[in-house]
């Protein structure tokens, strides 16, 4: 079991360049988030799916887009890259709040670190 | 809109003290979480506390909920050098699959 994976795990962008984030679970959760951590800041939410064929913004979507590929595929596509995204992004999932363990309990995945010059 | 707020954000203790990192909350919510992050890691599941005066206890470190004060405490008893991360809470909003909110993480340091 692996859980939560993502990739790639560093990436370097110009300002301008377009790039996506894969994220793939294999707990069969229904439900999946992207986050971003900046310093000082905790982790802010994206995007989420609630589950397979919807997604709803977050707090702070604005420059990012996500597609749930299939119920353990979500990703994360930055259009035109910024300086301002440079951070670290978790992607997560979680079981319904109706499902088994404990719910919403969320298993985070081992972050990518992006840096936009 | 739920704002989550922890304290302290920094705290330097020494090993074999006691000390208690405060979570509190604006808005009703049924479900807290604590999560722990060492650094250039990603964050690991330590509590999940789901009604009115939930408690649970992991080793050194106890967290407790109280809904009607809306607010988190997680008490770290005899701390040891292990124990340094950073230690966030977050709350889940009433409908469920949402997303969490996470206060900002306060960072331990437990120096021998």
């Known amino acids: 079991n692996a859980g939560v994976t993502q990739t790639p795990k560093f990436q370097v962008l110009k300002t301008g360049q377009s790039m996506t984030l894969q994220c793939a679970q294999d707990m069969n959760h229904n439900s999946m988030y992207w986050y971003r951590q900046d310093p000082g800041m905790g982790l802010r939410l994206i995007y989420y799916s609630a589950s397979e064929g919807t997604t709803d913004k977050g707090e702070v979507p604005n420059g990012y887009n996500v597609s749930r590929l299939n119920k353990r595929e979500f990703s994360l596509r930055l259009e035109s890259a910024a300086p301002s995204q440079t951070s670290v992004y978790f992607c997560a999932s979680s079981e319904a709040l109706w499902g088994a363990g404990a719910p919403g309990e969320q298993y985070f995945g081992p972050g990518t670190r992006l840096t936009v010059t | 809109e739920l704002k989550v707020e922890q304290n302290p954000l920094f705290l330097s203790m020494q090993e074999g003290k006691n000390y208690t990192i405060y979570c509190n909350y604006s808005t009703t919510s049924d479900r807290l979480y604590w999560y722990r992050q060492d650094p250039g890691k990603s964050l690991e599941s330590l509590f999940v506390l789901l009604s009115n005066g939930a408690v649970k206890q992991e080793g050194r470190l106890m967290a407790s909920l109280d809904t009607k004060a809306r607010l988190s405490t997680l008490h770290i008893t005899a701390a040891v050098h292990d124990l340094s991360a950073t230690y966030f809470c977050?709350?889940?909003?009433?409908?469920?699959?949402?997303?969490?909110?996470f206060g900002k993480g306060t960072h331990l340091i437990i120096q021998p």
């Open positions: 977050a709350v889940g909003d009433a409908g469920g699959a949402d997303g969490l909110t």
